[in-house]
């Protein structure tokens, strides 16, 4: 039986290691920032193992995959020494803090090419995601003209929201653009398959200065009342909350994306419009089981997702009947479902079916480019 060790007890660790439980996967264990963390993680989780450190899970001859659910400056290392160890890897995005570190992760990853090299775009395997992805690829849509859409959120909307991601040395040189529109550009771009050719970059910083509360408050815990600290420091922000991108593709197709960690109301709102010569698709993600299907000639569709109704992708990834919804959590069991299907078939010169650290590394690619053209105020080539 295949099993798995989790980095990280905050948010994101424990929604990985409940979806490896849904799915059969034996979870062996997990990690936190201290010994007593992992402890309790363990015994929250339901897990055997507490790990005193990520020295023990490589060590530990019964793990064979690595799910790596730190704040993003451990990734690099730690999937790097994982893949060292002889361990398959699932790291959480972005895949680390540059694009030298994400190219090393590369080259070690395909010298390794019996190891699973894996990042979680989760947000690829909502049922109504594949299916978009299958109609654009049969030519459903036609030429694809545009895309539009974006990923905003408000949970930094106040300057006493606070988040080890305000931090560039913990998070990265962007914020909103590297933590959520990386998720919508890897979408898009699976679900198009358009290249980006050029962009152009806008980011701002609303709230220049935030009150860093003097207790640590894990992510997406500061909105509750009895987390608005007490105790703070005032500490200076060089990260965006807010950005805009508009893309020009390989092949004259046009995009534009914005991005927002303050926008009150919106909680975790994703979506996409892609119009084509022939129809358009939309979505978003707090109605993730909808899918728009624009015609100029016939009254618009919605189609609710229903595995009789689905293409063969979008209906390998879904689990319950029609009118059943599926939501956030299950796009981390059908993300594992691709990646522990491929592990056990073995036949690791097959495609891959989930994204892999090349995908990891276009991302963080990516954000260099709107970073750098933020900078210049100017196009720049990708
Ligand atoms: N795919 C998604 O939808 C999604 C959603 C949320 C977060 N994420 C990603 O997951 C990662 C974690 O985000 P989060 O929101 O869970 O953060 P979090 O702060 O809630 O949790 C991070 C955890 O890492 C632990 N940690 C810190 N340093 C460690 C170390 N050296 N060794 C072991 N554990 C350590 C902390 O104790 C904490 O439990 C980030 O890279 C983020 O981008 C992805």
Redesign the pocket.
């Known amino acids: 039986m295949v099993t798995a060790a989790v980095?990280?007890?905050?948010?994101?660790?424990p929604v990985h290691a409940e979806a490896l439980h849904r799915m059969g996967v034996n979870v062996r264990g997990i990690?936190?920032?201290s010994p007593e963390?992992s402890r309790e993680a363990a015994q929250k989780n339901g897990l055997e193992i507490g790990y005193d450190d990520?020295q023990q899970i490589l060590d530990d001859p019964q793990v064979d995959v690595v799910h790596i659910?730190?704040?993003?400056v451990?990734?690099f290392d730690m999937a790097k020494r994982a893949l060292l160890a002889g361990k398959h890897v699932v790291c959480?995005?972005?895949l680390a803090m540059t694009s030298a570190e994400t190219a090393e992760l590369v080259e070690i990853a395909e010298a390794n090419p019996h190891l699973i090299s894996a990042v979680?775009y989760?947000i690829r395997f909502y049922p109504m995601a594949l299916h978009a992805h299958d109609l654009v690829q049969k030519g459903e849509i036609g030429e694809v003209y545009s895309v539009r859409g974006g990923y905003v959120q408000d949970w930094l909307l106040f300057d006493t929201d606070w988040n080890?991601r305000l931090q560039a040395e913990k998070s990265g040189d962007t914020r909103a653009i590297g933590?959520i529109g990386t998720h919508w550009m890897d979408l898009v771009g699976f679900i198009t398959g358009l290249k980006v050719e050029k962009l152009l970059a806008d980011l701002a910083t609303f709230i220049p200065v935030r009150k860093k509360p003097r207790q640590a408050v894990?992510?997406f815990e500061g909105k509750k009342a009895e987390n608005v600290p007490v105790e703070y420091d005032e500490v200076q922000i060089d990260t965006e909350d807010w950005g805009s991108v508009l893309f020009k593709y390989e092949g004259g197709a046009r995009g534009t994306m914005n991005v927002s960690q303050i926008t009150a109301g919106r909680k975790n709102f994703l979506n996409f419009e892609i119009a084509g010569s022939k129809g358009a698709l939309a979505w978003n993600s707090e109605r993730p089981n909808e899918l728009w299907i624009g015609h100029r000639d016939r009254p618009n569709e919605i189609l609710l997702k229903d595995p009789s109704l689905l293409e063969p992708l979008a209906l390998a990834h879904a689990d319950y009947p029609g009118g059943h919804n599926e939501g956030f959590p299950d796009t981390f069991k059908q993300l594992y479902k691709a990646v522990y299907g491929y592990l056990t078939a073995g036949d690791f010169d097959a495609p891959k079916p989930f994204p892999t650290f090349v995908d990891g590394h276009h991302e963080v690619l990516l954000c260099e480019k709107i970073v750098e053209s933020n900078k210049h105020t100017n196009w720049v080539d990708v």
């Open positions: 980095v990280g007890t905050g948010f994101i660790g990690l936190g920032s963390k990520y659910t730190t704040p993003n451990f990734h959480e995005k972005p979680n989760n080890w933590d894990a992510s």
